[in-house]
């Protein structure tokens, strides 16, 4: 068997059929907190991938992608801690994308008192915060297979451009939550048991664009190439503005994710001609 397919199979389809196992067993628990169980095997599902890749994990994280899987177990109590006026909520997204940042950005601390990276680091935090605002006030207007379809799309982009850029670990950890996307697609789909994708909403929105993040300050990525990557968040800010796409649910997830797929899949074939060889 190829390395590449057997490193895809170890870090990423086995996590995968682990969270999907994990979400049909949680069909036996109280509705309550049937959510907060389905969040926390999503983080270990991850947490299990990026140590299969990589073969070590260790707290505190000594490393990027280390730190990634740090940051997955944090998110896991947002569910737990969120409280229901806005007002507040609002605050502790704003907290928590403040401490992911921190979390994200650590291991560069005695670069980052430059004008430049204080600025981009900014923007980041607003851009995170932003997209966990969109996708949390999206989750009652769309369907949960576009809501997970559309990060998707802007996850699977992330990969090659990681990938193109140098480095295919960083390409893989993102990989692995392209996969863990799938099976919860998968399971919307068949309707085997209802996933809970307001509660996912972190994973769905902040995690992936703390990816971003790394790539841009770990790898000198240009910024604007991982806001382009945010369209499809842009395009779910807008859902209601788009009057052609279809409300049954597969189809709205299809319509969205190619409108979104056709100008990042071009945008990403401009990278790769210019990229040079990737080994």
């Given at each position: 068997?190829?390395?590449?397919?057997?490193?895809?199979?170890?870090?990423?389809?086995?996590?995968?059929?682990?969270?999907?196992?994990?979400?049909?067993?949680?069909?036996?628990?109280?509705?309550?907190?049937?959510?907060?169980?389905?969040?926390?095997?999503?983080?270990?599902?991850?947490?299990?991938?990026?140590?299969?890749?990589?073969?070590?994990?260790?707290?505190?994280?000594?490393?990027?992608?280390?730190?990634?899987?740090?940051?997955?177990?944090?998110?896991?109590?947002?569910?737990?801690?969120?409280?229901?006026?806005?007002?507040?909520?609002?605050?502790?997204?704003?907290?928590?994308?403040?401490?992911?940042?921190?979390?994200?950005?650590?291991?560069?601390?005695?670069?980052?008192?430059?004008?430049?990276?204080?600025?981009?680091?900014?923007?980041?935090?607003?851009?995170?915060?932003?997209?966990?605002?969109?996708?949390?006030?999206?989750?009652?207007?769309?369907?949960?297979?576009?809501?997970?379809?559309?990060?998707?799309?802007?996850?699977?982009?992330?990969?090659?451009?990681?990938?193109?850029?140098?480095s295919a670990s960083l390409?893989?950890?993102?990989?692995?939550?392209?996969?863990?996307?799938?099976?919860?697609?998968?399971?919307?789909?068949?309707?085997?048991?209802r996933v809970a994708v307001?509660?996912?909403?972190?994973?769905?929105?902040?995690?992936?664009?703390?990816?971003?993040?790394?790539?841009?300050?770990?790898?000198?990525?240009?910024?604007?190439?991982?806001?382009?990557?945010?369209?499809?968040?842009?395009?779910?800010?807008?859902?209601?503005?788009?009057?052609?796409?279809?409300?049954?649910?597969?189809?709205?997830?299809?319509?969205?994710?190619?409108?979104?797929?056709?100008?990042?899949?071009?945008?990403?074939?401009?990278?790769?001609?210019?990229?040079?060889?990737?080994?």
């Open positions: 068997m190829s390395p590449l397919v057997a490193s895809f199979l170890r870090s990423a389809a086995l996590p995968a059929v682990l969270l999907s196992a994990g979400i049909l067993l949680s069909k036996l628990t109280p509705e309550r907190i049937r959510g907060k169980l389905q969040v926390l095997f999503f983080a270990l599902a991850y947490v299990l991938g990026s140590y299969l890749l990589l073969n070590r994990l260790a707290f505190p994280p000594h490393d990027l992608s280390e730190s990634l899987s740090a940051l997955a177990l944090l998110l896991v109590t947002f569910p737990f801690l969120a409280p229901a006026r806005l007002g507040w909520r609002y605050a502790l997204r704003a907290l928590y994308v403040a401490i992911a940042g921190f979390i994200i950005l650590w291991h560069l601390r005695d670069s980052m008192g430059t004008l430049l990276n204080q600025r981009n680091a900014l923007a980041f935090f607003f851009l995170g915060l932003g997209g966990w605002s969109i996708v949390e006030r999206a989750a009652g207007k769309v369907a949960p297979l576009t809501l997970i379809a559309l990060p998707l799309v802007s996850a699977t982009n992330l990969s090659f451009l990681l990938l193109f850029k140098g390409s893989q950890l993102v990989t692995t939550v392209c996969a863990l996307y799938g099976a919860l697609a998968v399971l919307t789909v068949t309707g085997i048991q307001s509660a996912l909403v972190p994973f769905l929105s902040i995690f992936i664009i703390a990816f971003m993040a790394g790539g841009h300050f770990y790898l000198d990525i240009n910024p604007w190439h991982m806001i382009f990557l945010c369209l499809p968040f842009f395009v779910l800010w807008l859902r209601d503005l788009i009057p052609f796409v279809p409300r049954s649910p597969l189809f709205e997830a299809l319509t969205l994710s190619l409108l979104c797929a056709g100008p990042l899949a071009y945008f990403m074939y401009q990278i790769f001609k210019t990229s040079g060889p990737l080994y």
